[in-house]
């Protein structure tokens, strides 16, 4: 990734060098306006991550393919935990600095791209199954997915259902009859003056995600519920 359209890696780079220095990412979403990111967030021990990222981090087992790795925060937990684990992110700036972390094997690439390995355990954090974009993205997604997964493998993922920001404050729902699935969110990022292209996000419910795991061969099961409309998921081959 060009880093002049990297706001990750800027911020993850900036925040590894500087860590007195701190600015914040810059969200502008289709569904929720202007939010922010403080990089130190990224850098989390897994003492501070979530119970949900927890649940799943204890889970993985085998071989672990860690999608959209960012800083590497997972990956240095799994790999202290003596995983045979492979960071991959699409960002050369957060692949430079989890290689100066200690993570012993990282890749900057596409997961779409990303081929002739296979592992037992394929995780999705951080909402990383978004990265499909689209139902249709999805189910792409899926596929590509059965080519590196184990015959016993497993998928963990964490996604929210994001219906809840549909609603205006009388409790009514605004919904725009000619758009796509609620989930499928345009995204732009920036980090001083990076400046990142937009791109669409996926959030799914878990209603329409088993749904679609089903069509397109997998089992899906619900492992926990988070306090804001998210879950852990995970997916096996059926």
Request: proline share 1%; hydrophobic share 35%; charged share 30%.
């Amino acid at each position: 990734m060009n880093q002049r359209t990297d706001p990750f890696g800027a911020a993850v780079s900036d925040y590894y060098k500087f860590k007195w220095r701190l600015a914040k990412i810059k969200v502008t979403t289709s569904v929720s306006g202007d939010e922010t990111i403080n990089p130190k967030y990224l850098f989390r021990s897994y003492s501070k991550m979530s119970e949900i990222e927890q649940k799943a981090l204890d889970l993985c087992e085998g071989k672990v393919l860690d999608v959209g790795a960012c800083a590497g925060s997972h990956s240095e937990y799994l790999q202290a935990k003596n995983l045979d684990v492979l960071a991959l992110d699409i960002s050369s700036g957060c692949c430079e600095v989890m290689k100066k972390r200690g993570i012993k094997k990282v890749l900057c690439k596409d997961y779409f791209q990303f081929s002739g390995q296979r592992f037992d355990t394929i995780f999705f954090m951080m909402n990383g199954i978004g990265i499909a974009g689209t139902l249709e993205g999805l189910k792409d997604l899926l596929r590509h997915t059965k080519t590196l997964l184990n015959k016993n493998g497993q998928v963990l993922f964490d996604s929210s259902d994001i219906d809840y920001c549909y609603y205006e404050d009388d409790g009514s729902k605004w919904v725009n009859l000619n758009s796509n699935y609620y989930g499928e969110v345009n995204y732009k990022l920036s980090y001083k003056k990076v400046r990142g292209k937009a791109f669409s996000w996926l959030f799914v419910d878990e209603t329409t995600m088993a749904k679609i795991a089903e069509e397109e061969g997998f089992s899906f099961d619900k492992l926990a519920e988070g306090k804001h409309y998210d879950y852990l998921g995970r997916l096996k081959l059926l």
